[in-house]
C-alpha cells in the first residue's frame, strides 16, 4: 500500500483538477424553481436571477462570467445542450464554494502568489504581455478554493489489497491482452520503387531487411532499421492489418499500397493471446477503483449538500431555452 501511496494522491489531484464538472450529482435537482418572492430582471436578462443559495443570489451575469472564464468569447457558440449541462456545473461549483465558505476553507499567501503566477504565465502565453484581471484571478482563486475543499472530503479514500484481489477475479477479460505483432517496414513513394525494393528484401535476413529499410525508406522508422512497433488489432488501418496479421513471423509481404504511400511489412514476431497477472495489473486496477470511489464520493456529498443547502435555481431566467439533462449512474 505505501508504494501505492503517491499514485493514490496523484489520482485524487487529477480528478480535482480537471474541475468540477467530472464529478456533478447523479440526479439533477436544477428544477425550474418557483419563488414566492418578484425575481429582478426580465427572463434571459443580465440582472435575471437564476441561482440562489442560502442568502446568496446568481445573475444571468455571473453564469456568462462563469462561460467566459472556460471558453473565452467562443462560448457563444455552444449548443443549448451544452449550455444546459454548463448550467448544472454552475449550480454545482457555486454549492460547492457556498460550502467551502461555511467550512472555513481558506487559501495560504502562498497559495496565492502561486495561482496568480500560474495565471500571469498562461496569460502572457495565450494573449501576450496583459495583465490578469482582478476579477479573473478572484474566479481562479474561489475554484482553487473548491478543489481544496473537494480534496479534502476524498483524501481518506483507500484502496485496499483485498479490492484489488476481487476487482482482478470478477473482471479478468479487462486484462485479456489479444494477439499482438510486431512488425517492420519500408515505405516508398511510388508503386514502381516498392517493387523494386520488393525483389531486394523478400528472401533475404532480417538485417539485409534492416539495411535496406535505413537507406530506402521514407518512413519515419527508417533510422531504426523500420521498426514501427508492436500492435494489436484494431490500431493500424484496416488494409494494413489484414496484411500483417495473415504473415507468419519472418515473413515479408507484398506491397501494400495506402494513404501513406507503398509499404512493405516484415512480420517480427507474433504474441499469442494472453492473460495479464494480477501482479502486473495492480496499478492499473488501484487506480480504476480509487477513480471509482472518488467519483461516488464526490457524488453522496454533492447530493448531501443540496439537501442542507436551502436553494432554488430558476432556469426560465436564462437566455436559453434549458433543456434538463439526464445523467449516466456513477
Known amino acids: 500500500m505505501r ?36 425575481k429582478p ?18 445573475f444571468n451575469s455571473d453564469f456568462e462570467d462563469y462561460l467566459q472564464s472556460l471558453f473565452g468569447d467562443d462560448y457563444d457558440e455552444l449548443s443549448v445542450a451544452s449550455l444546459s ?56 482563486l474561489d475554484r482553487l478554493r473548491i478543489e481544496k475543499y473537494m480534496a479534502q472530503q476524498i483524501e481518506d479514500i483507500e484502496v485496499t ?29 511510388t508503386e514502381d520503387k516498392a517493387i523494386e525494393i520488393l525483389e531486394k528484401v523478400k528472401d533475404t535476413t532480417e538485417g539485409t531487411f534492416r539495411e535496406v529499410a535505413r537507406i530506402e525508406s521514407k518512413g519515419v522508422e527508417a533510422p531504426k532499421g523500420g521498426e514501427m512497433g508492436i500492435f494489436e488489432m484494431g490500431q493500424l488501418p484496416f488494409e494494413m492489418e489484414k496484411v500483417i496479421f495473415s504473415l507468419k513471423t519472418g515473413d515479408i509481404s507484398p506491397v501494400v499500397e495506402s494513404a501513406y504511400g507503398y509499404h512493405i511489412f516484415r512480420l517480427d514476431e507474433k ?7 494480477e501482479e502486473l495489473a495492480v496499478d492499473e486496477i488501484r487506480m480504476k477503483i480509487m477513480n471509482q470511489k472518488i467519483k461516488q464520493a464526490l457524488a453522496e456529498h454533492l447530493n448531501g449538500l443540496k439537501t442542507q443547502f436551502q436553494w432554488a435555481s430558476y432556469p426560465s431566467n436564462l437566455s436559453f431555452e434549458y433543456q434538463r439533462t439526464s445523467h449516466e449512474e456513477m
Open 41 to 58: 430582471g426580465a427572463a434571459g436578462s443580465l440582472n435575471a436571477v437564476v441561482l440562489k443559495i442560502e442568502e446568496s443570489t446568481y
Open 271 to 277: 504474441y499469442n493471446p494472453e492473460l495479464v497477472s
Open 85 to 140: 449541462r454548463l448550467f448544472d456545473d454552475f449550480i454545482d461549483e457555486r454549492i460547492y464554494f457556498h460550502a467551502a465558505k461555511e467550512r472555513g476553507v481558506t487559501l495560504s499567501i502562498e497559495e496565492q502568489k502561486m495561482t496568480l503566477a500560474k495565471l500571469s504565465r498562461e496569460t502572457f502565453i495565450g494573449q501576450g504581455a496583459n495583465p490578469v484581471g482582478q476579477d479573473e484571478f478572484a474566479t481562479h
Open 161 to 189: 489489497d483485498q479490492e484489488v484481489k476481487e476487482y482482478y477475479k470478477q473482471h479478468k477479460r479487462e486484462f485479456l491482452r489479444p494477439e499482438r505483432v510486431k512488425v517492420s517496414q519500408i515505405l516508398l513513394h
Open 3 to 38: 508504494s501505492f501511496e503517491g499514485k493514490r494522491k496523484m489520482g485524487i489531484c487529477l480528478c480535482v483538477a480537471v474541475g468540477i464538472c467530472l464529478f456533478v450529482t447523479c440526479q439533477r435537482d436544477s428544477e425550474d424553481s418557483v419563488s414566492g418572492t418578484l
